[in-house]
């Protein structure tokens, strides 16, 4: 169950679409300057790693879907900080 302190606290930090994955990881999403970031294993410190994402609504959807194993779902383009590209980029995206 996500704590209620931590999360009215990153909603004031401007994250959205909280929510606590089957892992046991807070995770939510957050507009960044260029991006959009799905950040996991979000605390009051910070966070354990973040998935950039062209558009919003892709990080939005990838993580309603996401059971937190792995790779998230969709058309991320970096995973920092490990600096991991994509495997799926490889291929054509679907946005063009």
């Known amino acids: 169950m996500l704590d209620p302190t ?33 950040f996991v294993g979000l605390d009051l410190v910070g966070y354990r790693t973040r998935f950039c994402f062209q558009r919003a609504s892709d990080a939005e959807a990838s993580l309603a879907e996401w059971d937190g194993k792995g790779f998230p779902p969709g058309w991320w383009i970096k995973q920092k900080p490990e600096d991991i590209t994509n495997p799926l980029r490889a291929g054509e995206e679907p946005h063009g």
């Open 6 to 38: 931590l999360e009215k606290f990153l909603l004031g930090q401007g994250y959205r679409n909280i929510r606590m994955l089957p892992t046991a990881e807070v995770a939510g999403v957050m507009d960044m300057l260029f991006t959009t970031g799905l």
